[in-house]
């Protein structure tokens, strides 16, 4: 405990699942709860119980690709502001024109640049890296696509007809 030279780092195996727990019950438990709910209080009016399950499961995909995305963009605002540059920060669009690929390509394209340095580094230094890291740099990589792809209004009048 109190040692002149103390054994770092320590490893405390029951803290990481811990906070690994805890971060997963706060991500996931909402979604849960409420197709849960739906389950119970009928899903036909939501496309049926198969539908349901796929849109959590489309919703949780989604969330994952765009999560580090937010972590960028969000540190960069705040950055900014202590750097006391002038931050911007609009509403996003409410009306259903798509993001076109070459503003997609703009906004998101450092991020696709350092999810692939990222990616190229890990890969060379050692490859479990990468795996244990997929999550975030594939995201990062994919930034511009789910981007684009995702602003198209006839994706969700499809899922809509399909009902």
Same mark, same amino acid.
Request: charged letters at 15%; hydrophobic letters at 55%.
């Given at each position: 405990?109190?040692? &002149?030279?103390?054994? %770092?780092?320590? %490893?405390?195996?029951?803290?990481?699942?811990?906070?690994?727990?805890?971060?997963?019950?706060?991500?996931?438990?909402?979604?849960?709860?409420?197709?849960?709910?739906?389950? #119970? @209080?009928?899903? @036909?009016?939501? *496309? *049926?119980?198969?539908?349901?399950?796929?849109?959590? &499961?489309?919703?949780?995909?989604?969330?994952?690709? &765009? !999560?580090?995305?937010?972590?960028? +963009?969000?540190?960069? +605002?705040?950055?900014? !502001?202590?750097?006391?540059?002038?931050?911007?920060?609009?509403?996003?669009?409410? $009306?259903? $024109?798509?993001?076109?690929?070459?503003? !997609? +390509?703009?906004?998101? *394209? =450092?991020?696709?640049?350092?999810?692939?340095? %990222?990616?190229?580094?890990?890969?060379?230094?050692?490859?479990?890296?990468?795996? %244990?890291?997929?999550?975030?740099? +594939?995201?990062?990589?994919? =930034?511009?696509?789910? =981007? !684009?792809?995702? =602003?198209?209004?006839?994706?969700?009048?499809?899922? @809509?007809? #399909?009902?």
């Amino acid at each position: 405990p109190r040692q &002149l030279f103390p054994v %770092w780092p320590q %490893w405390r195996p029951e803290l990481a699942i811990a906070l690994f727990a805890s971060t997963m019950v706060l991500l996931f438990l909402p979604k849960l709860l409420s197709v849960i709910l739906i389950w #119970c @209080k009928g899903p @036909k009016a939501y *496309g *049926g119980f198969i539908r349901v399950t796929l849109s959590l &499961l489309l919703e949780v995909l989604f969330s994952v690709l &765009l !999560a580090p995305v937010r972590m960028l +963009f969000h540190t960069v +605002f705040v950055v900014s !502001a202590f750097l006391g540059w002038e931050v911007v920060w609009n509403s996003p669009q409410r $009306d259903d $024109d798509s993001t076109p690929w070459s503003e !997609a +390509f703009m906004r998101h *394209g =450092s991020q696709l640049l350092l999810g692939l340095v %990222w990616a190229i580094g890990m890969a060379w230094l050692d490859l479990r890296f990468l795996f %244990w890291l997929a999550p975030i740099v +594939f995201s990062l990589i994919l =930034s511009p696509f789910v =981007s !684009a792809i995702s =602003s198209r209004a006839t994706i969700g009048l499809r899922t @809509k007809r #399909c009902k």
